[in-house]
């Protein structure tokens, strides 16, 4: 059957026949592969432009369309030895980009003002201890109110705009004290100026600005970054769809592209590329990633399929649902609207620090210029008194005292193949006491794997290769222990049944039992292997019963006992059988689990759990997990995760090993240690210079000094994250050891693993 | 201090441009991609003997 690929989704028409596309790049490492690549295209006959975002590994391709297509670009690249991707943009990685532009401009506008009007600053703090005439300070209080105030108009928007929506809808966050300190900073200045008074402000309110943006930059960019890294990994994951069209011809199209009512052929060993049901054939799925369920259940002509669930031997062809009511996507997606409602509530530290000092701040200015005002001073300095109480608690430090430890911390989790989602899941990974864990592909790895304990290595070999011919899941599982990665020469795989091949001048047979002669009862279920599938393979008089199941991850026991020992209670929760579930809760040692849970049953379970005032991570991988990942306190999906699951995550963990998790508690933790302790040093701070301030004795010049040097403290105290947190050496090798895994077995075990290990193996330095 | 009329605007007017030069450099997207740049300088492939 002819197979078109179709990408016109992905790809951006402009005028006059042109058309562009992005495309995410594997395997670009170095400063060769730039020129390779965009030379390499730009000798393809239509093609404009090619450009290579090193950076963020994306290739952009501009072209005339008449001439050359998308899908043969891709083929190009694959040609000079690249995988490239079709990339969408998401909207929220759009947003970040234009907002980062935005705080650029106003980090450069705030630091230009900054230094003009420190250069004269400087020469009025000197000429007020020497010669200068009254009339020059004037000149130069003017001068920097000229370039302040424009200025501080300007790069102080992020702050205003935030610090207004916190007040229309009646909060406060770390906002609302910031705008009150420089507002108040530059008015106090001009009227100083207006006087001729020896004191301006104009150098405090400014610098303080540049500091604030300086930590929220940086606070972007680290989750730029990460979003940049997540966008490639997922457009390296997306599947594509075998859609049927009206003549009943195959045409190739990424799965976003499908509409309701496409009918789709999905082939053995396939991903259901969506919802919808069977128009005809007949196999078994593995819904393990939709509902966690182990056991293959049948299927036929009319039965309802779910996306993210494998097929088994047959060939299926599929109607694409409109999301229905009822369905069991449709139930998730209720579940999920509720549980995020619910999650907002939570407020963070900063905005909580923020409710706590901004009142003491307001209040000790208020209180300054009553005492002031009894004590017999004039309203103008009672009241310059109290604005530099303000100026000198404006909360500079306290406002960089979580930022700066939240960046250095999402950098130590993206080194450890940690990818967080969203900015404040550090401060909650650091509370919990409770972690919940799905089991199939959480605990579990997402792909069966063959249990060799007892099977004879040179037969497990044979069985393996002959494997490699078949499409069938279970043979998949098998055909990866395959040293020899080349196909017996005519095996031919009978539908349903298994494949057969001569090896040695001897049939060999590898399938179901019946297929190799063996009669049903002779399988051995032994009590051990009723959570594994079976897999039969005969060749030469002997014949061998494979067992397939799901391993756990490699250092799961290493890392539940770990997680045990820093005081977390562990509980399993699943959709799978209470027999599967059991065992892998016993090997790991935890008491507590539950099978058989429906989304809405694991919710509730959770739900209760933090009734009791525990707060609990979750960790989760299927389609049945995502209401329960968003109504847990903090959450964490691996990599392998259903796309909405991964949506709803908190992060994101790579690689097969279960380590990230525990590192993730661990960063969280000693994060959370650091951001208190910066909260404990700007109080300190505040507590020694308030009486200076109450005292009326704040000039100019120690407010630069004092608010400079909280700054740079906290950062400096942030930056030691760096050294409190050694990356812990299991973590590295885990990672690297996971690529080298990969290597051994020769080819990437998969088009959906290799991508993903590769880039594990990027992450570490 | 008459000198000030003509050092005080030159200042200005330094720090002006070298504003309008950041702002140009992030408006022509030179910051889009930091790590390419600084290998881009590598190869000498245009250079023609």
């Given at each position: 059957m002819a197979e078109t690929l179709d990408l016109s989704s992905f790809v951006e028409r402009g005028d006059a026949g042109t058309a562009h596309i992005t495309l995410a790049v594997d395997?670009?490492?170095?400063?060769g592969c730039i020129r390779k690549i965009e030379n390499g295209l730009t000798k393809?006959?239509?093609?404009i432009d090619a450009r290579l975002n090193f950076t963020q590994r994306r290739l952009a391709v501009d072209w005339r369309d008449n001439e050359i297509d998308a899908a043969t670009i891709i083929k190009a690249l694959a040609g000079i030895g690249y995988q490239a991707h079709p990339f969408a943009p998401e909207r929220a990685e759009a947003d970040e980009s234009k907002q980062a532009k935005a705080l650029l401009k106003c980090l450069a506008v705030a630091g230009f003002a900054a230094m003009n009007v420190m250069l004269l600053s400087i020469s009025v703090w000197s000429g007020n201890v020497s010669d200068m005439t009254q009339e020059t300070r004037d000149l130069f209080h003017w001068l920097s109110a000229l370039i302040a105030l424009p200025a501080a108009a300007y790069a102080g928007q992020p702050f205003f705009v935030s610090a207004w929506r916190a007040l229309r809808t009646r909060q406060l966050n770390m906002d609302v004290p910031i705008t009150v300190g420089v507002v108040l900073a530059l008015g106090l200045s001009v009227d100083e100026t207006a006087t001729h008074a020896?004191?301006?402000?104009f150098d405090s309110a400014i610098m303080l600005l540049f500091f604030l943006l300086c930590g929220r930059y940086l606070d972007l960019a680290m989750r730029r970054k990460t979003r940049v890294f997540a966008g490639n990994l997922a457009s390296m994951q997306a599947e594509f769809a075998h859609r049927l069209d009206a003549k009943g011809e195959l045409i190739r199209l990424p799965v976003a592209a499908l509409r309701p009512g496409d009918r789709v052929l999905v082939r053995p060993g396939?991903?259901?590329?969506a919802d919808g049901a069977i128009l005809s054939g007949s196999s078994e799925i593995d819904d393990s990633l939709v509902t966690g369920e182990t056991i293959p259940r049948a299927v036929g002509a009319g039965a309802t399929v779910y996306a993210g669930g494998i097929n088994g031997a047959g060939a299926l062809t599929v109607a694409v649902a409109a999301?229905?009511?009822?369905?069991l996507v449709d139930e998730v997606e209720r579940l999920l609207q509720k549980a995020i409602e619910a999650k907002s509530r939570t407020v963070r530290l900063a905005d909580r620090a923020a409710r706590l000092y901004a009142p003491v701040v307001h209040a000790t200015a208020a209180l300054t210029a009553i005492g002031w005002l009894v004590a017999g001073a004039s309203f103008h300095d009672a009241i310059v008194a109290a604005i530099a109480v303000l100026i000198i608690t404006c909360p500079c430090a306290l406002a960089l005292a979580i930022p700066a430890v939240q960046v250095v911390a999402a950098g130590q989790l993206f080194r450890s193949g940690v990818i967080l989602n969203c900015g404040d899941a550090v401060e909650r990974l650091a509370v919990v006491d409770t972690v919940v864990f799905d089991k199939?592909?959480?605990?579990?790895?997402?792909d069966p794997a063959v249990?060799?304990?007892?099977?004879?290595t040179e037969l497990l070999q044979r069985a393996a290769r002959l494997a490699?011919?078949?499409?069938?899941p279970l043979a998949t599982a098998l055909a990866?222990?395959?040293?020899?990665r080349v196909p017996y020469p005519r095996a031919v795989e009978e539908p349903g049944q298994g494949v057969r091949a001569l090896i040695d001048g001897e049939e060999a047979r590898l399938g179901s039992a019946i297929f190799c002669g063996?009669?049903?009862?002779?399988?051995?279920?032994t009590p051990r292997d009723r959570e594994a599938s079976c897999i039969v393979f005969k060749h030469g008089g002997r014949t061998v019963v494979i067992p397939i199941r799901q391993s756990l991850r490699p250092d799961a026991v290493a890392v539940t006992q770990a997680l045990k020992a820093r005081g977390l209670n562990l509980i399993v929760l699943s959709g799978d059988r209470p027999e599967a579930v059991g065992p892998v809760a016993a090997r790991l040692g935890m008491r507590e689990w539950l099978a058989g849970l429906m989304p809405a049953e694991k919710i509730a379970v959770i739900e209760l759990l933090q009734a009791q005032g525990r707060r609990i991570l979750m960790v989760g991988d299927g389609l049945n997990d995502a209401p329960a990942l968003a109504a847990a306190h903090a959450s964490l999906s691996p990599i392998t995760a259903a796309h909405l699951t991964q949506a709803h995550a908190d992060a994101l963990f790579l690689g097969e090993h279960l380590a990230p998790v525990l590192r993730a508690v661990v960063v969280a933790r000693q994060a959370r240690s650091l951001m208190r302790q910066n909260l404990v040093l700007t109080v300190i701070y505040n507590t020694l210079a308030v009486p200076f301030a109450v005292a009326g004795l704040v000039t100019p010049l120690i407010a630069a000094v004092a608010m400079s040097g909280s700054s740079i403290l906290v950062t400096l105290n942030a930056l030691r994250a760096r050294l409190a947190m050694p990356r812990q050496p299991i973590i590295a090798s885990t990672l690297s050891a996971a690529a080298k895994a990969q290597q051994s077995v020769g080819e990437p075990v998969s088009q959906k693993i290799g991508p993903l290990a590769r880039a594990s193996a990027e992450l570490v330095p | 201090m008459n000198v000030l009329i003509y050092l005080v605007p030159m200042a200005l007017l330094l720090g002006l441009t070298g504003l309008a030069g950041f702002l140009w450099t992030l408006k022509s997207g030179q910051y889009e991609d930091l790590d390419g740049a600084a290998l881009r300088i590598l190869p000498d492939d245009d250079i023609t003997t």
């Open positions: 395997g670009v490492g170095c400063a393809l006959p239509g093609i020896a004191h301006a402000y396939e991903v259901i590329p999301a229905g009511a009822g369905t199939t592909g959480t605990l579990t790895l997402p249990d060799a304990a007892a099977i004879d490699l011919s078949s499409r069938h990866r222990r395959a040293r020899e063996l009669a049903d009862g002779d399988t051995p279920p | -």
